[in-house]
């Protein structure tokens, strides 16, 4: 009776396994949108740590809720914000959230309270300037905030009519009680970017006895051809130039004691910031420190402790290292994935937190969460997850196997890629393909968990995201190689990632499908006027006409190509895929956004009725008041199944 019972408790608990297995499903947008992800935000004197958690709903924005949790994992609170307050940072005592808070229409600076984890309804302190407010830094004292604003007074007439001139940021820098205010050197009237401190990237930085801000200035778009940026240090009394760099910049910290200033620059045409390099605080020549680096650093921070982070795509995986000494010491990895940005700490000196710090991490089969260092770690690079979001959704999903994969090119290029497969994969199948290259383009794809490719495995493809050149993560020369060479070296990588998914077994050479957005996007429009192998192309946002667009984006586009479209227009029109519309007889499905500043709508326009007045396959579908990429899950889900539908139509 005893064995009956034992075989039947076994059967039983066999049968549920197999029960809960078959419950679970390939994944689809509508999972996409109730995922919730998690995100590092502020670490207090205490050593509590603030997150936001983020998900998506059937219609709306994307919902953002704020905790604190302790640096063990227990004691999560969730906080009930009041409406328009966006959290950045506690106040020197951990008692009160700042932050921006909207007020009639503006963001504005405010402090609200906290006390027994809840948040006070009301501002105990209130900051509101005539164009509003956009992030702020508190000093490492504790006794003053710098703010970034624009200077100017409110344009009368910006309801009827907007004039076309170089937006100003500055500095405004108020006691911590929000008394004091003061425009800080008014003459820096184009400082380039958010300031931080607790953990991101940043264009100014207190000095570690909070009288004076390193600032990164970059001349304005408008009126200007060329890129470069300005160092200043920024006191109460006046601006002290440190250097002009020729070139972009992103972040700066105090580094070496304060005798040294650090920020991320690059001699690349291709713009962007990519190595470590230092200049005295008191003024002399800029110097790369990493310039051997076989990797790419992407983001830089100081803390109050005088520590200078960085993070660093190596391949598609990202880490966090230390600038010490002169040069990268890696500090901080996730093993099955990225660490996501610099470290998350307190911002003030001496805070009795004992260097606590928080970071965000994902892999491909979790979402992005909370980690700290695990104290029980003797190296001190071990993180430990106190966040388990989107866990319980993604057990009742079944995910596909995702693999790092590399290749070489046919003209020799040693290339990385990510391959993501379907549930249920077999080895030795062949299944439908779909290439998908990232946006950018000087960007990569990480090794996190990835929506897009994810919602195609999940329709039963195998995806491959290749890393062209022009990819962040594998060295200067592998970036700079896509300056003027979109069209034909990053679009020969691309295409050579499908050959390697034929090559390998897993990709069924007659059911092949190109995927992508913005500069994807482009590769995708481009890559149809250059061969007809795939049977079905969807682009987002996509660049069809290189001379129009570098003159209509809202930010500045020399890093594809510096060249004068008046002087040289057929160095632009060489790789614009309206110019080679006869050649196209892949079906095509063009997604835009009409509120599109970054790549304006018309291109995905111009394309599509060129395209269709020639008798191609082509539809365009826009969508109302979006910008480069929905923020209304109703119109993601629609972009979802727009290329769901189009790929059953085509791709079979």
Not at 258 to 268: E, I, R
Not at 480 to 502: K, L
Not at 601 to 620: D, S
Request: glycine residues 12%.
């Amino acid at each position: 009776m005893k064995t009956s019972l034992v075989v039947c408790v076994a059967l039983y608990l066999a049968g549920s396994m197999v029960s809960a297995q078959k419950q679970q499903h390939p994944f689809t947008p509508k999972d996409w949108a109730g995922l919730h992800s998690a995100h590092a935000a502020a670490v207090s004197g205490n050593g509590m740590n603030l997150y936001s958690v983020a998900y998506g709903a059937e219609k709306g924005p994307t919902h953002t809720d704020w905790w604190t949790i302790g640096a063990d994992g227990s004691n999560a609170k969730k906080l009930e914000v009041a409406d328009g307050f966006h959290p950045m940072g506690f106040t020197r005592d951990g008692e009160s959230l700042y932050g921006g808070w909207k007020v009639n229409d503006h963001q504005q600076f405010a402090v609200f309270g906290l006390k027994e984890g809840k948040l006070a309804s009301a501002p105990s302190t209130v900051v509101v300037l005539p164009r509003g407010v956009g992030s702020a830094s508190p000093s490492p004292d504790g006794k003053r905030f710098a703010m970034t604003a624009d200077p100017r007074e409110p344009d009368a007439k910006d309801s009827m009519r907007h004039v076309q001139e170089a937006e100003e940021t500055s500095l405004y820098v108020v006691n911590a009680d929000g008394t004091g205010g003061a425009w800080w050197c008014k003459d820096l009237k184009y400082i380039s970017g958010t300031i931080t401190v607790g953990g991101g990237a940043s264009a100014a930085a207190w000095s570690a006895d909070s009288q004076s801000l390193a600032v990164l200035s970059q001349v304005p778009r408008i009126a200007h051809h060329e890129v470069g940026s300005t160092i200043d240090v920024c006191t109460a009394s006046g601006t002290r130039q440190v250097t002009d760099i020729g070139n972009s910049v992103n972040g700066i910290a105090w580094a070496n004691g304060g005798k040294d200033l650090a920020f991320l620059s690059t001699k690349s045409p291709v713009l962007t910031p990519e190595h470590v390099w230092t200049v005295p605080a008191a003024g002399g020549t800029a110097q790369d420190r990493t310039p051997d680096l076989n990797a790419t650093a992407v983001e830089l921070a100081g803390d109050a402790n005088g520590r200078v982070w960085v993070s660093v795509n190596r391949g598609v995986r990202s880490e966090v290292d230390e600038f010490r000494d002169g040069a990268l010491k890696t500090a901080y990895r996730w093993p099955e994935g990225i660490v996501r940005g610099t470290p998350v700490e307190s911002e003030y000196a001496a805070a009795g937190t004992g260097g606590q710090m928080a970071f965000t991490v994902g892999d491909p089969t979790h979402m992005g969460n909370v980690a700290v260092p695990d104290a029980a770690d003797r190296d001190g690079d071990h993180l430990r997850v106190i966040t388990h979001e989107g866990d319980e959704q993604l057990a009742g999903i079944e995910l596909g196997p995702v693999e790092v994969v590399q290749w070489k090119s046919k003209g020799g290029i040693s290339l990385e890629g990510i391959a993501t497969f379907p549930a249920g994969y077999e080895k030795g199948k062949k299944y439908p393909f779909l290439v998908l290259p990232h946006g950018g383009p000087e960007a990569n794809d990480e090794l996190a968990f990835d929506p897009f490719s994810r919602t195609v495995a999940g329709l039963g493809y195998a995806v491959l995201q290749p890393e062209y050149r022009g990819s962040t993560g594998y060295g200067a020369d592998f970036l700079a190689a896509i300056y003027q060479h979109f069209g034909d070296r990053a679009y020969e990588d691309v295409d050579s990632a499908t050959d390697y998914a034929i090559a390998q077994g897993w990709a069924d050479p007659d059911r092949l499908a190109i995927f992508g957005w913005s500069a994807g996007g482009f590769m995708t429009s481009w890559t149809v006027t250059q061969t007809n192998r795939y049977k079905a192309a969807i682009e987002g946002a996509g660049i069809t006409d290189w001379g129009p667009f570098l003159w209509t984006s809202d930010i500045s586009q020399v890093d594809y190509d510096a060249r004068w479209t008046d002087e040289d227009p057929a160095a632009f029109s060489k790789f614009s895929a309206v110019y080679f519309a006869k050649n196209v007889t892949t079906p095509l499905l063009i997604l835009h956004g009409e509120a599109d500043q970054r790549v304006p709508t018309f291109q995905g326009t111009e394309y599509f009725q060129i395209l269709a007045a020639r008798g191609k396959t082509v539809r365009m579908v826009t969508y109302p008041g979006s910008p480069h990429f929905p923020v209304l899950w109703e119109q993601r889900l629609d972009v979802m199944k727009e290329l769901a539908d189009w790929l059953a139509k085509y791709n079979k």
